[in-house]
Protein backbone atom coordinates (compact mmCIF):
# COMPACT_ATOMS: atom_id res chain seq x y z
CA UNK A 1 0.00 0.00 0.00
CA UNK A 2 2.86 2.32 1.18
CA UNK A 3 5.00 1.53 -2.28
CA UNK A 4 1.93 2.14 -4.69
CA UNK A 5 0.53 5.43 -2.73
CA UNK A 6 4.52 6.56 -3.02
CA UNK A 7 4.28 5.85 -6.79
CA UNK A 8 0.96 7.77 -7.18
CA UNK A 9 2.30 10.45 -5.48
CA UNK A 10 5.48 10.60 -8.11
CA UNK A 11 3.02 10.69 -10.67
CA UNK A 12 0.57 13.20 -9.73
CA UNK A 13 3.58 15.49 -8.67
CA UNK A 14 5.03 14.84 -12.65
CA UNK A 15 1.55 15.30 -13.94
CA UNK A 16 1.09 18.90 -11.63
CA UNK A 17 4.61 19.98 -13.01
CA UNK A 18 3.58 19.72 -16.59
CA UNK A 19 1.07 21.79 -15.76
CA UNK A 20 2.94 24.21 -14.57
CA UNK A 21 5.64 24.53 -17.34
CA UNK A 22 2.60 24.08 -19.92
CA UNK A 23 1.17 27.46 -17.95
CA UNK A 24 4.30 29.13 -17.55
CA UNK A 25 4.94 28.54 -21.32
CA UNK A 26 2.46 30.80 -22.71
CA UNK A 27 4.15 34.47 -23.08
CA UNK A 28 2.67 37.21 -21.27
CA UNK A 29 -1.28 37.26 -21.32
CA UNK A 30 -4.78 36.89 -19.41
CA UNK A 31 -4.46 34.54 -16.72
CA UNK A 32 -7.77 32.47 -18.74
CA UNK A 33 -5.04 31.57 -21.26
CA UNK A 34 -2.88 30.09 -18.63
CA UNK A 35 -6.05 28.26 -16.85
CA UNK A 36 -6.83 26.64 -20.25
CA UNK A 37 -3.22 25.51 -20.70
CA UNK A 38 -2.96 23.96 -17.17
CA UNK A 39 -6.10 22.51 -17.36
CA UNK A 40 -5.55 21.00 -20.69
CA UNK A 41 -2.59 19.54 -20.12
CA UNK A 42 -3.53 17.95 -16.77
CA UNK A 43 -6.56 16.14 -17.86
CA UNK A 44 -4.36 14.69 -20.77
CA UNK A 45 -1.57 13.53 -18.70
CA UNK A 46 -3.77 12.58 -16.05
CA UNK A 47 -5.92 10.07 -18.22
CA UNK A 48 -5.54 6.60 -17.01
CA UNK A 49 -3.68 7.24 -13.22
CA UNK A 50 -5.15 7.69 -9.92
CA UNK A 51 -5.53 11.80 -10.65
CA UNK A 52 -7.80 11.08 -13.56
CA UNK A 53 -10.67 12.12 -11.01
CA UNK A 54 -8.59 15.01 -9.77
CA UNK A 55 -9.48 18.74 -10.56
CA UNK A 56 -6.15 20.84 -10.03
CA UNK A 57 -6.58 24.03 -8.59
CA UNK A 58 -4.42 26.80 -10.64
CA UNK A 59 -3.15 30.06 -9.15
CA UNK A 60 -1.76 32.02 -12.03
CA UNK A 61 -0.43 35.44 -12.78
CA UNK A 62 2.49 36.82 -15.54
CA UNK A 63 4.54 36.21 -12.53
CA UNK A 64 4.22 33.08 -10.79
CA UNK A 65 2.52 30.08 -11.77
CA UNK A 66 0.70 27.49 -8.89
CA UNK A 67 -1.10 23.67 -9.25
CA UNK A 68 -1.79 22.00 -6.68
CA UNK A 69 -3.93 18.46 -6.78
CA UNK A 70 -4.35 15.22 -4.98
CA UNK A 71 -5.98 11.91 -5.67
CA UNK A 72 -7.18 8.72 -3.93
CA UNK A 73 -5.24 5.59 -3.74
CA UNK A 74 -7.22 3.05 -2.56
CA UNK A 75 -5.83 0.23 -0.14
CA UNK A 76 -5.59 -3.50 0.42
CA UNK A 77 -3.84 -4.55 3.54
CA UNK A 78 -4.13 -1.01 5.04
CA UNK A 79 -7.98 -2.01 5.37
CA UNK A 80 -7.53 -4.35 8.12
CA UNK A 81 -6.73 -1.59 10.06
CA UNK A 82 -9.93 0.22 8.61
CA UNK A 83 -8.13 2.36 6.39
CA UNK A 84 -9.52 2.28 2.75
CA UNK A 85 -7.52 4.80 0.83
CA UNK A 86 -4.53 7.50 1.11
CA UNK A 87 -4.98 10.93 -0.17
CA UNK A 88 -1.68 12.03 -2.11
CA UNK A 89 -1.12 15.71 -2.62
CA UNK A 90 0.90 17.51 -4.99
CA UNK A 91 2.06 20.81 -5.29
CA UNK A 92 3.93 22.48 -8.31
CA UNK A 93 4.87 26.26 -8.58
CA UNK A 94 6.72 27.87 -11.48
CA UNK A 95 7.64 30.92 -13.13
CA UNK A 96 7.07 31.72 -16.50
CA UNK A 97 8.87 35.73 -16.67
CA UNK A 98 12.15 34.57 -17.58
CA UNK A 99 13.91 36.40 -20.83
CA UNK A 100 14.78 33.24 -22.48
CA UNK A 101 11.49 33.54 -25.54
CA UNK A 102 13.25 35.17 -28.23
CA UNK A 103 13.20 38.87 -29.48
CA UNK A 104 10.40 40.95 -31.12
CA UNK A 105 11.22 41.99 -34.00
CA UNK A 106 7.77 43.42 -35.15
CA UNK A 107 6.08 45.53 -32.97
CA UNK A 108 2.47 47.32 -33.24
CA UNK A 109 2.14 49.67 -30.20
CA UNK A 110 -1.41 51.11 -30.43
CA UNK A 111 -3.43 49.44 -28.50
CA UNK A 112 -6.68 51.04 -29.69
CA UNK A 113 -5.72 50.46 -33.92
CA UNK A 114 -8.79 48.87 -35.75
CA UNK A 115 -6.22 46.37 -37.20
CA UNK A 116 -2.95 45.48 -35.63
CA UNK A 117 -1.08 43.66 -38.24
CA UNK A 118 -3.32 43.62 -41.36
CA UNK A 119 -2.07 41.16 -44.41
CA UNK A 120 -3.55 41.07 -47.79
CA UNK A 121 -3.66 39.23 -51.08
CA UNK A 122 -1.16 36.79 -51.15
CA UNK A 123 1.82 38.33 -49.53
CA UNK A 124 3.91 36.76 -47.12
CA UNK A 125 5.77 37.65 -44.09
CA UNK A 126 8.80 35.40 -42.75
CA UNK A 127 10.47 36.50 -39.66
CA UNK A 128 11.44 32.40 -38.51
CA UNK A 129 14.19 33.98 -35.52
CA UNK A 130 11.65 36.69 -33.96
CA UNK A 131 8.26 37.52 -32.40
CA UNK A 132 5.32 39.48 -33.83
CA UNK A 133 3.78 41.29 -31.23
CA UNK A 134 0.33 43.14 -31.50
CA UNK A 135 -0.95 45.57 -28.75
CA UNK A 136 -3.96 45.92 -30.45
CA UNK A 137 -7.09 44.79 -28.15
CA UNK A 138 -9.68 44.52 -31.47
CA UNK A 139 -12.05 42.23 -32.78
CA UNK A 140 -9.10 41.93 -35.88
CA UNK A 141 -6.10 43.04 -34.19
CA UNK A 142 -4.10 40.49 -36.35
CA UNK A 143 -6.22 39.32 -39.31
CA UNK A 144 -5.41 37.64 -42.73
CA UNK A 145 -7.41 38.09 -46.13
CA UNK A 146 -6.82 36.05 -49.22
CA UNK A 147 -4.09 33.63 -49.04
CA UNK A 148 -2.04 35.96 -46.91
CA UNK A 149 0.49 34.14 -44.81
CA UNK A 150 2.74 34.63 -41.84
CA UNK A 151 6.05 32.74 -40.73
CA UNK A 152 7.40 33.95 -37.75
CA UNK A 153 8.96 32.24 -33.75
CA UNK A 154 5.65 33.36 -32.57
CA UNK A 155 2.35 35.75 -32.69
CA UNK A 156 0.93 37.29 -29.91
CA UNK A 157 -1.65 40.22 -29.51
CA UNK A 158 -4.04 41.76 -26.87
CA UNK A 159 -7.30 41.31 -28.95
CA UNK A 160 -8.64 38.74 -31.48
CA UNK A 161 -7.35 36.88 -34.70
CA UNK A 162 -9.60 36.41 -37.53
CA UNK A 163 -7.55 34.23 -40.21
CA UNK A 164 -5.55 32.45 -37.46
CA UNK A 165 -5.05 29.53 -39.89
CA UNK A 166 -2.85 31.79 -42.22
CA UNK A 167 -0.10 31.91 -39.07
CA UNK A 168 2.20 29.19 -38.28
CA UNK A 169 2.21 28.99 -34.90
CA UNK A 170 -1.22 29.50 -34.54
CA UNK A 171 -1.02 33.36 -32.50
CA UNK A 172 -1.55 33.30 -28.72
CA UNK A 173 -4.19 35.76 -27.51
CA UNK A 174 -5.17 38.01 -24.65
CA UNK A 175 -1.19 38.83 -24.63
CA UNK A 176 -0.40 41.54 -22.04
CA UNK A 177 0.42 45.01 -24.51
CA UNK A 178 4.29 45.39 -24.72
CA UNK A 179 5.70 48.72 -23.84
CA UNK A 180 7.49 50.78 -25.93
CA UNK A 181 10.96 50.41 -25.90
CA UNK A 182 12.12 53.42 -27.11
CA UNK A 183 9.69 55.68 -25.80
CA UNK A 184 11.20 58.93 -24.32
CA UNK A 185 14.59 57.45 -24.65
CA UNK A 186 15.56 59.29 -28.57
CA UNK A 187 16.98 62.81 -28.05
CA UNK A 188 16.41 65.09 -31.36
CA UNK A 189 19.84 65.87 -33.31
CA UNK A 190 21.55 68.95 -31.62
CA UNK A 191 20.70 71.35 -34.99
CA UNK A 192 17.58 72.13 -36.63
CA UNK A 193 18.51 74.92 -39.07
CA UNK A 194 18.19 73.73 -42.48
CA UNK A 195 21.61 72.64 -44.85
CA UNK A 196 19.17 71.65 -47.65
CA UNK A 197 15.96 72.44 -49.33
CA UNK A 198 14.01 70.79 -51.28
CA UNK A 199 16.70 68.54 -52.08
CA UNK A 200 16.17 66.56 -55.64
CA UNK A 201 18.32 64.10 -57.70
CA UNK A 202 18.13 63.76 -60.99
CA UNK A 203 19.55 60.99 -62.89
CA UNK A 204 23.29 60.30 -62.59
CA UNK A 205 25.39 59.72 -59.46
CA UNK A 206 25.23 61.64 -56.33
CA UNK A 207 27.13 62.22 -53.34
CA UNK A 208 24.76 63.06 -50.01
CA UNK A 209 26.08 64.32 -46.84
CA UNK A 210 25.07 63.98 -43.28
CA UNK A 211 22.69 67.43 -42.54
CA UNK A 212 19.14 68.92 -41.82
CA UNK A 213 16.90 68.21 -45.29
CA UNK A 214 14.51 70.65 -45.09
CA UNK A 215 10.91 70.24 -47.22
CA UNK A 216 12.32 66.67 -47.91
CA UNK A 217 15.15 64.54 -49.96
CA UNK A 218 13.17 63.24 -53.71
CA UNK A 219 15.40 60.59 -55.91
CA UNK A 220 13.96 60.75 -59.66
CA UNK A 221 14.15 57.97 -62.32
CA UNK A 222 17.63 56.95 -62.71
CA UNK A 223 19.58 58.96 -59.36
CA UNK A 224 22.04 56.92 -57.55
CA UNK A 225 22.85 58.50 -54.73
CA UNK A 226 25.90 57.20 -52.12
CA UNK A 227 25.33 58.63 -48.82
CA UNK A 228 28.08 60.04 -46.47
CA UNK A 229 28.20 57.86 -43.29
CA UNK A 230 26.18 60.31 -40.40
CA UNK A 231 22.84 61.19 -39.50
CA UNK A 232 20.14 62.98 -42.03
CA UNK A 233 17.39 64.83 -40.88
CA UNK A 234 14.34 64.82 -42.58
CA UNK A 235 12.80 68.32 -41.66
CA UNK A 236 9.32 68.23 -43.62
CA UNK A 237 8.36 67.03 -46.68
CA UNK A 238 9.20 63.16 -47.36
CA UNK A 239 12.43 60.45 -48.26
CA UNK A 240 11.11 59.47 -51.50
CA UNK A 241 12.86 57.16 -53.36
CA UNK A 242 11.60 56.79 -56.89
CA UNK A 243 11.79 53.97 -59.27
CA UNK A 244 14.47 52.97 -61.23
CA UNK A 245 16.69 54.96 -58.72
CA UNK A 246 18.96 53.71 -55.92
CA UNK A 247 20.02 55.33 -52.66
CA UNK A 248 23.14 53.78 -50.75
CA UNK A 249 24.48 53.77 -47.36
CA UNK A 250 26.34 52.33 -44.53
CA UNK A 251 26.21 53.67 -40.71
CA UNK A 252 23.70 55.77 -41.69
CA UNK A 253 20.16 57.47 -40.16
CA UNK A 254 17.40 58.65 -41.00
CA UNK A 255 15.34 61.18 -38.41
CA UNK A 256 12.28 62.36 -39.67
CA UNK A 257 11.01 65.32 -37.87
CA UNK A 258 8.37 68.76 -38.58
CA UNK A 259 4.81 68.08 -40.01
CA UNK A 260 4.08 66.01 -43.09
CA UNK A 261 6.69 64.32 -43.39
CA UNK A 262 7.62 60.20 -43.50
CA UNK A 263 9.16 57.64 -46.30
CA UNK A 264 7.92 56.26 -49.78
CA UNK A 265 9.91 53.76 -51.52
CA UNK A 266 7.52 53.21 -54.88
CA UNK A 267 8.02 49.94 -56.63
CA UNK A 268 10.89 49.40 -58.48
CA UNK A 269 12.65 51.62 -56.25
CA UNK A 270 15.99 50.38 -54.97
CA UNK A 271 17.65 50.84 -51.41
CA UNK A 272 20.84 49.32 -49.83
CA UNK A 273 21.12 50.41 -46.07
CA UNK A 274 22.29 49.91 -43.02
CA UNK A 275 21.59 51.85 -39.68
CA UNK A 276 24.21 53.31 -37.54
CA UNK A 277 27.04 51.00 -36.08
CA UNK A 278 27.82 50.54 -32.08
CA UNK A 279 29.06 52.98 -30.53
CA UNK A 280 27.69 55.95 -32.66
CA UNK A 281 24.87 58.41 -32.18
CA UNK A 282 21.65 56.39 -32.68
CA UNK A 283 23.78 53.25 -33.03
CA UNK A 284 21.40 50.38 -34.51
CA UNK A 285 18.88 52.93 -35.74
CA UNK A 286 18.22 53.36 -39.79
CA UNK A 287 14.52 55.37 -39.63
CA UNK A 288 13.49 57.02 -36.64
CA UNK A 289 10.87 59.29 -36.43
CA UNK A 290 10.41 62.35 -33.95
CA UNK A 291 7.58 61.37 -31.25
CA UNK A 292 7.00 64.26 -30.27
CA UNK A 293 7.06 67.10 -33.28
CA UNK A 294 5.20 64.53 -35.64
CA UNK A 295 2.69 63.14 -33.67
CA UNK A 296 0.55 60.89 -36.24
CA UNK A 297 -1.64 60.64 -39.29
CA UNK A 298 1.95 59.88 -41.04
CA UNK A 299 3.17 56.74 -42.83
CA UNK A 300 5.58 54.93 -44.29
CA UNK A 301 5.10 53.04 -47.60
CA UNK A 302 7.54 50.71 -48.91
CA UNK A 303 6.44 48.81 -52.64
CA UNK A 304 8.15 46.41 -53.61
CA UNK A 305 9.78 45.41 -57.21
CA UNK A 306 13.16 46.91 -56.68
CA UNK A 307 15.96 45.68 -54.52
CA UNK A 308 15.62 46.61 -51.34
CA UNK A 309 17.77 45.88 -48.51
CA UNK A 310 17.15 47.41 -45.38
CA UNK A 311 19.24 47.00 -42.34
CA UNK A 312 18.53 48.14 -38.60
CA UNK A 313 15.88 49.20 -36.62
CA UNK A 314 13.04 51.40 -38.09
CA UNK A 315 11.00 53.24 -35.00
CA UNK A 316 7.80 55.15 -35.92
CA UNK A 317 5.70 54.91 -33.41
CA UNK A 318 2.78 57.06 -34.38
CA UNK A 319 2.79 55.97 -38.36
CA UNK A 320 1.23 53.19 -39.72
CA UNK A 321 4.15 51.20 -41.91
CA UNK A 322 2.37 49.64 -45.09
CA UNK A 323 4.75 47.12 -47.36
CA UNK A 324 3.14 46.41 -50.74
CA UNK A 325 3.48 45.96 -54.36
CA UNK A 326 5.75 42.61 -55.74
CA UNK A 327 8.79 40.83 -55.63
CA UNK A 328 11.15 40.30 -52.32
CA UNK A 329 11.66 43.12 -49.59
CA UNK A 330 14.79 42.48 -47.34
CA UNK A 331 15.25 38.98 -48.61
CA UNK A 332 19.37 39.38 -48.01
CA UNK A 333 19.28 41.55 -44.81
CA UNK A 334 20.77 40.21 -41.54
CA UNK A 335 18.71 42.57 -39.28
CA UNK A 336 15.52 44.39 -40.06
CA UNK A 337 13.11 44.90 -37.31
CA UNK A 338 10.08 47.15 -37.08
CA UNK A 339 7.99 49.23 -34.27
CA UNK A 340 5.61 51.28 -35.84
CA UNK A 341 1.99 52.43 -34.64
CA UNK A 342 0.92 48.95 -36.88
CA UNK A 343 1.34 47.67 -40.53
CA UNK A 344 -0.63 47.20 -43.15
CA UNK A 345 0.59 44.61 -45.82
CA UNK A 346 -1.16 43.99 -49.47
CA UNK A 347 -0.34 42.35 -52.86
CA UNK A 348 1.57 39.50 -53.29
CA UNK A 349 5.32 39.99 -52.21
CA UNK A 350 7.24 38.89 -49.52
CA UNK A 351 8.73 40.37 -46.64
CA UNK A 352 11.61 39.32 -44.73
CA UNK A 353 12.10 40.40 -40.77
CA UNK A 354 15.41 39.26 -39.20
CA UNK A 355 17.12 39.61 -35.49
CA UNK A 356 20.46 38.32 -36.50
CA UNK A 357 22.29 42.19 -35.82
CA UNK A 358 25.36 40.43 -34.34
CA UNK A 359 26.38 39.64 -37.50
CA UNK A 360 26.65 42.91 -39.04
CA UNK A 361 28.33 44.87 -36.27
CA UNK A 362 24.93 46.19 -34.93
CA UNK A 363 23.23 45.73 -31.65
CA UNK A 364 20.03 44.80 -31.11
CA UNK A 365 17.95 47.12 -29.08
CA UNK A 366 14.83 45.05 -29.35
CA UNK A 367 13.32 43.44 -26.30
CA UNK A 368 13.05 40.05 -25.22
CA UNK A 369 10.09 37.83 -24.94
CA UNK A 370 9.70 36.97 -21.61
CA UNK A 371 8.41 33.17 -21.07
CA UNK A 372 9.54 30.26 -19.59
CA UNK A 373 9.33 28.01 -17.51
CA UNK A 374 11.57 27.60 -14.71
CA UNK A 375 9.98 25.14 -11.63
CA UNK A 376 10.52 26.46 -7.75
CA UNK A 377 8.87 24.05 -6.20
Known amino acids: DYARALSAKTRLQAITDIAAQADARIPATANANRFEAAIKSFQINAEG ?133 FKHKIAPPASASCDHNSKRLNNGLHVLHPGVYCGGLELKPQAVAVMVPGVYVIKGGRLNVQAQSHLIGEDVVFYFTGTNTGMDVHGGGEMTLRGR ?62 VADNFHMEGNGTLYIRSNAESIGLPNLMPRIKNGPVILK
Open 49 to 181: TVAAQSTPIIKATNAEVQVTASAVVPTTFMKIAGINEVTVNAVSIARPQIENGGVACLLALNENAPEGLHMQGINQLQSPDCWTWVNAKSSESINSVGAAAGLAQGFCTQGEVVGAEHFKPMPFTGCSPMEDP
Open 277 to 338: KEGNSYEGFLFIQDETSNPGGQQVDIQGGGAVKMEGILYTPTWQVAIGGNGEVNQEAKFWVM
